[in-house]
Protein backbone atom coordinates (compact mmCIF):
# COMPACT_ATOMS: atom_id res chain seq x y z
CA UNK A 1 0.00 0.00 0.00
CA UNK A 2 2.48 2.69 1.44
CA UNK A 3 4.79 2.13 -2.28
CA UNK A 4 1.84 2.74 -4.84
CA UNK A 5 0.70 5.49 -2.51
CA UNK A 6 3.88 6.74 -3.14
CA UNK A 7 3.60 6.86 -6.65
CA UNK A 8 0.18 8.73 -6.46
CA UNK A 9 1.58 11.31 -4.32
CA UNK A 10 4.20 12.04 -6.76
CA UNK A 11 2.53 12.14 -9.71
CA UNK A 12 -0.08 14.61 -7.73
CA UNK A 13 3.34 16.94 -6.69
CA UNK A 14 4.99 17.11 -10.20
CA UNK A 15 1.76 17.93 -12.06
CA UNK A 16 1.84 20.84 -9.69
CA UNK A 17 5.45 20.90 -9.96
CA UNK A 18 5.67 21.58 -6.07
CA UNK A 19 9.29 20.70 -4.60
CA UNK A 20 8.91 17.62 -2.95
CA UNK A 21 10.46 16.72 -0.14
CA UNK A 22 11.08 12.73 1.75
CA UNK A 23 8.18 10.43 1.54
CA UNK A 24 6.13 10.21 4.64
CA UNK A 25 3.60 7.21 6.27
CA UNK A 26 1.19 8.32 9.02
CA UNK A 27 0.03 5.30 10.81
CA UNK A 28 -3.21 6.96 12.46
CA UNK A 29 -4.43 3.64 15.17
CA UNK A 30 -3.08 0.21 15.51
CA UNK A 31 -5.09 -0.79 12.13
CA UNK A 32 -4.33 -0.62 8.25
CA UNK A 33 -5.21 3.44 8.27
CA UNK A 34 -2.25 5.36 7.22
CA UNK A 35 -1.71 8.26 5.42
CA UNK A 36 0.94 8.34 2.63
CA UNK A 37 2.80 12.26 1.55
CA UNK A 38 5.51 13.56 0.81
CA UNK A 39 6.62 16.55 2.68
CA UNK A 40 6.09 20.03 0.87
CA UNK A 41 7.21 23.47 1.78
CA UNK A 42 4.33 25.15 -0.06
CA UNK A 43 0.64 25.38 0.40
CA UNK A 44 -1.22 23.56 -2.45
CA UNK A 45 -4.89 23.09 -3.27
CA UNK A 46 -5.85 19.50 -2.79
CA UNK A 47 -7.67 17.60 -5.34
CA UNK A 48 -8.83 13.94 -5.99
CA UNK A 49 -7.61 11.76 -3.43
CA UNK A 50 -4.53 14.27 -2.09
CA UNK A 51 -5.46 16.29 0.91
CA UNK A 52 -3.39 18.49 2.83
CA UNK A 53 -1.81 16.79 6.27
CA UNK A 54 1.00 17.14 8.29
CA UNK A 55 2.43 15.12 11.22
CA UNK A 56 1.32 15.55 15.10
CA UNK A 57 2.42 18.06 17.50
CA UNK A 58 3.97 17.52 20.53
CA UNK A 59 6.33 15.03 22.45
CA UNK A 60 7.90 12.64 20.25
CA UNK A 61 10.34 9.09 20.96
CA UNK A 62 12.59 8.69 17.45
CA UNK A 63 14.90 6.24 16.24
CA UNK A 64 16.90 6.36 13.25
CA UNK A 65 17.05 2.40 11.28
CA UNK A 66 19.73 1.79 8.21
CA UNK A 67 18.90 -1.44 6.72
CA UNK A 68 16.02 -2.52 4.57
CA UNK A 69 12.66 -1.85 5.33
CA UNK A 70 12.06 -5.35 6.18
CA UNK A 71 13.36 -4.66 9.52
CA UNK A 72 11.15 -1.74 10.62
CA UNK A 73 9.81 -3.08 13.30
CA UNK A 74 12.96 -3.45 15.41
CA UNK A 75 13.09 0.37 15.91
CA UNK A 76 9.26 0.35 16.48
CA UNK A 77 9.80 -2.72 19.13
CA UNK A 78 12.89 0.01 20.70
CA UNK A 79 11.13 2.68 20.93
CA UNK A 80 7.81 0.83 22.57
CA UNK A 81 10.83 -0.44 25.05
CA UNK A 82 12.17 2.79 25.37
CA UNK A 83 8.67 4.33 26.73
CA UNK A 84 8.06 1.18 29.13
CA UNK A 85 11.57 1.77 30.31
CA UNK A 86 11.38 5.73 30.77
CA UNK A 87 7.45 6.81 31.82
CA UNK A 88 6.10 7.47 28.55
CA UNK A 89 3.22 5.54 26.51
CA UNK A 90 2.24 6.22 23.40
CA UNK A 91 -0.65 8.71 22.80
CA UNK A 92 -1.12 8.86 19.03
CA UNK A 93 -0.22 7.88 15.66
CA UNK A 94 3.41 6.84 14.83
CA UNK A 95 4.90 7.92 11.49
CA UNK A 96 7.95 6.79 9.12
CA UNK A 97 10.22 9.05 7.29
CA UNK A 98 11.86 7.67 4.42
CA UNK A 99 15.11 8.91 2.72
CA UNK A 100 15.14 9.55 -1.17
CA UNK A 101 16.20 6.40 -2.60
CA UNK A 102 20.23 6.56 -3.34
CA UNK A 103 21.56 4.82 -6.14
CA UNK A 104 24.36 3.02 -3.54
CA UNK A 105 21.41 1.87 -1.38
CA UNK A 106 20.81 -0.71 -4.16
CA UNK A 107 24.63 -2.20 -3.59
CA UNK A 108 24.59 -1.54 0.09
CA UNK A 109 20.71 -2.05 1.64
CA UNK A 110 22.48 -1.57 5.28
CA UNK A 111 22.55 2.58 4.19
CA UNK A 112 18.52 2.57 3.74
CA UNK A 113 17.64 5.34 6.21
CA UNK A 114 14.19 5.41 7.46
CA UNK A 115 13.39 7.86 10.64
CA UNK A 116 10.83 6.29 13.08
CA UNK A 117 8.36 8.69 15.52
CA UNK A 118 6.21 7.81 18.09
CA UNK A 119 3.65 10.84 19.71
CA UNK A 120 4.22 10.15 23.58
CA UNK A 121 3.71 11.37 26.85
CA UNK A 122 4.42 11.05 30.37
CA UNK A 123 2.28 7.60 31.59
Known sequence: MVPQSCGVVWDFVRRRALKGGRHVAIYLNGEIDVEVGVEVAEAFEAGGEIVRSSTPA???AS???FGPYQGLGAAHQ???LWCAANGHQATGPNWEI???WLPEWNADPSRIRTDVFY???RA
Open 63 to 65: AVH
Open 98 to 100: YGH
Open 58 to 60: GAV
Open 119 to 121: QVA
Open 78 to 80: AIR
